[in-house]
């Protein structure tokens, strides 16, 4: 089945600066993968996807961008600010099924 | 729309008891899902349904785990007899036609707070 790696487990940068989260999966034949970015205590939101046959997108200082060929894909913060703060995790859904596997997620610090 | 309702919000249980989870999805999104959440192992896929239908119960972790969607608004996650290693948030979560099919993805109730003691 889908197995998915995520790195780094923690990150902290100053504000300001850019945050990069990566992540590998398993199955070649995946083609959807989204980045959720949970708060303490809260549930787990989306904030960006991609599919397969994208290989980058953006939305304001976020961007995704995705190698299909080395199978992993990867979140890009800019400007990075304390409200980034969280624990952001990867996912890919598994072929030909609708199991959305997380990958283990980034606690992202943002200092001021 | 409310979102994905999960009720109850927490629970602390004594360790035997048997805890019911309940969910009601998005209205329309006909794919729910169950996850679990702990620090050790992260967010686990328990089991998802398509159009009320079990498609995927390999999450779930024993025998005491058991799961049902009466009908297209309802789903309940039971636990019995609880063990203190339950301990966990539950997730429940829906899309509309399931991922695979369109890409659409899946939105999170705010989670069960599930402690076993």
């Known amino acids: 089945g889908e197995n998915v790696e995520q790195h780094p487990s923690t990150l902290s940068v100053q504000e300001g600066d850019s945050a990069v989260i990566k992540c590998t999966y398993s199955d070649s034949a995946s083609n959807y993968f989204p980045w959720y970015k949970q708060e303490l205590g809260k549930r787990p939101q989306l904030i960006i996807d991609?599919?397969?046959?994208?290989g980058e997108k953006k939305d304001q200082r976020i961007a995704v961008t995705l190698n299909k060929t080395a199978k992993h894909f990867s979140l890009h913060i800019t400007e990075t600010q304390p409200e980034d703060s969280a624990v952001y995790f990867c996912a890919a859904i598994a072929y030909n099924t609708d199991k959305l596997i997380f990958g283990t997620g980034t606690r992202l610090q943002v200092f001021p | 729309d409310a979102g994905v309702i999960q009720s109850p919000r927490h629970e602390v249980t004594e360790m035997g008891q048997e805890v019911t989870l309940r969910c009601k999805p998005i209205s329309g999104h006909n794919s729910l899902f169950w996850y679990r959440q702990t620090m050790m192992r992260g967010l686990e896929l328990l089991i998802y349904?398509?159009?009320?239908?079990?498609?995927?119960d390999s999450g779930m972790p024993e025998d005491r785990f058991s799961a049902k969607m009466p009908n297209a608004s309802f789903s309940t996650l039971k636990i019995q007899p609880s063990e203190p290693r339950d301990s966990a948030v539950y997730f429940c979560?829906?899309?509309?036609?399931?991922?695979?099919?369109?890409?659409?993805?899946?939105?999170f109730g705010e989670g069960s707070w599930l402690t076993v003691v």
């Open positions: 979560a829906s899309s509309f036609l399931g991922v695979a099919a369109s890409g659409n993805t899946i939105y």
């Open positions: 991609i599919r397969s046959n994208v």
């Open positions: 349904f398509n159009n009320n239908v079990p498609i995927d």
